[in-house]
């Protein structure tokens, strides 16, 4: 009974607040807003047992229960080699090919790739890496000649070298959401810029000959003078790999392991196998917020 006098009573102090406003004109304008107010602050002031009162109550959906925004999705066509024929189109996330320049990003994965390559292993002899004696050569006075120490000093032939290197690591450090991000930012530059081009599988050719090479990649535009050309393949290809070393600022092969950021932003095309570029996307989005679907094949 007393949750009924609190609703029915509730229920009638609404409609006499609603009536008297409607009849101000500035009351008017701001009455939608307020048929519109959520009462949930007012909901945890009642009890709990007044169910009667849930009709008269609007609780907005919490955000973890809302579904998750569709993510927009960026079509690639997938072509044959060496024909170059299009054979279909797949279809990859936008957080994977549709990444925002960042030259920054770019730059210091670039150093970062440069500084690890290094090896470190120069290794000059000291003045107390010299063999010889430590013996004084002349007196320290009364010859008339300048002062010398022994003859492993750095002004003399056969003697140490002074500030020498020594065998260092160069390496430097690099989160590895930057260094992912900017896998990611390369492929999308390239791919904006039609330079990105995305084979089902790679085959080998059956004569690794490089001028046979060279009739392959102008007749499709990959040759020297469209630009050079980076062949990545899951696998190394013989005949292709020959080829490619035989010729001359034609194009480079490199498996999927051998490549870099560098490799990326180096040549004037990416001719790339699909599961080269699956595996780069998987190994390089640990900077992605949640899971983000792999590609999908159309």
Request: glycine share 8%; aromatic share 6%; charged share 25%.
């Amino acid at each position: 009974m007393a949750a009924q006098q609190a609703a029915t009573s509730l229920r009638g102090v609404q409609t006499k607040c609603l009536r008297s406003m409607a009849r101000d004109p500035l009351m008017q304008c701001l009455l939608p807003r307020f048929q519109q107010r959520n009462m949930a602050t007012e909901s945890s002031v009642l009890s709990t047992s007044t169910s009667s009162l849930t009709p008269f109550i609007s609780i907005s959906t919490p955000l973890s229960h809302r579904p998750p925004p569709p993510v927009p999705q960026i079509l690639a066509t997938l072509y044959t080699f060496p024909s170059m024929e299009p054979q279909s189109f797949v279809e990859y996330p936008a957080a994977h090919l549709n990444v925002p320049l960042r030259r920054d990003i770019l730059h210091r994965a670039v150093v970062y790739e440069g500084d690890k390559a290094r090896q470190g292993s120069a290794n000059a002899k000291w003045r107390s890496d010299v063999h010889g004696s430590g013996r004084k050569l002349l007196p320290q006075k009364g010859t008339g000649r300048a002062r010398v120490g022994d003859k492993k000093s750095p002004i003399r032939r056969g003697g140490g070298v002074a500030h020498g290197p020594k065998p260092r690591d160069f390496s430097t450090g690099l989160p590895k959401k930057i260094y992912d991000l900017a896998w990611r930012t390369a492929l999308s530059y390239r791919y904006r810029r039609g330079e990105l081009v995305v084979i089902g599988e790679m085959e080998d050719i059956d004569n690794a000959e490089p001028r046979w090479i060279e009739q392959i990649f102008d007749k499709v535009n990959f040759g020297k003078r469209d630009g050079r050309s980076l062949i990545v393949t899951g696998t190394k290809l013989p005949n292709l790999y020959a080829a490619l070393a035989g010729t001359y600022g034609v194009g480079l092969a490199k498996t999927g392991d051998a490549i870099d950021v560098k490799d990326l932003l180096e040549m004037g095309r990416i001719v790339i196998e699909k599961q080269v570029l699956d595996s780069i996307f998987k190994k390089h989005s640990s900077d992605i917020i949640g899971t983000v679907p792999s590609a999908v094949g159309i």
